[in-house]
């Protein structure tokens, strides 16, 4: 009576794990794909590194008024620091699978991406967006 039951048992459990095992090996064309994008991303960035101090310049000073003028270049120094490094780690590290499957390591992925304002007011914005009021009662 108990054999009939652990067989029924490892049954079900076999026949509800066996889709979750069948996944497709990767092709080695996207393998090599992604390892060549990895590559040229590190390349791309330890060369444009130094973009960073204006980006930042001009990002501190858009968001903070004139302090940015003097805390924007030493944020950009920092930031092209660390673009530098994560360059060349990607760089040297192009073949191996990290992160997350040859993944970016910094966001933004490039210095010219993340120049826009993020923030919903913009300094010196004073009229309301269209559709922003609320209704009274809410």
Same mark, same amino acid.
């Given at each position: 009576?108990? !054999? *009939?039951?652990? +067989?029924?048992?490892?049954?079900?459990?076999? /026949? &509800?794990?066996?889709?979750?095992?069948? #996944?497709? @090996?990767? !092709? *080695?064309?996207? +393998?090599?794909?992604?390892?060549?994008?990895? /590559? &040229?991303?590190?390349?791309?960035?330890? #060369?444009? @590194?130094?973009?960073?101090?204006?980006?930042?310049?001009?990002?501190?000073?858009?968001?903070?008024?004139?302090?940015?003028?003097?805390?924007?270049?030493?944020?950009?120094?920092?930031?092209?620091?660390?673009?530098?490094?994560?360059?060349?780690?990607?760089?040297?590290?192009?073949?191996?699978?990290?992160?997350?499957?040859?993944?970016?390591?910094?966001?933004?992925?490039?210095?010219?991406?993340?120049?826009?304002?993020?923030?919903?007011?913009?300094?010196?914005?004073?009229?309301?967006?269209?559709?922003?009021?609320?209704?009274?009662?809410?």
């Amino acid at each position: 009576m108990k !054999r *009939p039951a652990v +067989i029924l048992a490892l049954l079900i459990v076999t /026949l &509800v794990s066996a889709p979750a095992c069948a #996944t497709e @090996a990767p !092709r *080695p064309e996207a +393998i090599t794909e992604k390892m060549a994008f990895k /590559l &040229v991303r590190g390349v791309t960035n330890l #060369t444009t @590194a130094i973009a960073e101090i204006p980006k930042q310049t001009y990002i501190t000073t858009r968001n903070h008024g004139n302090i940015g003028y003097a805390v924007g270049p030493i944020k950009g120094v920092t930031m092209a620091l660390y673009r530098g490094f994560i360059g060349i780690t990607e760089t040297v590290f192009f073949m191996v699978p990290q992160p997350g499957y040859y993944d970016p390591m910094i966001d933004p992925v490039y210095v010219w991406e993340g120049w826009e304002d993020i923030r919903g007011d913009r300094v010196g914005a004073s009229a309301p967006q269209a559709g922003s009021e609320q209704k009274s009662g809410e």
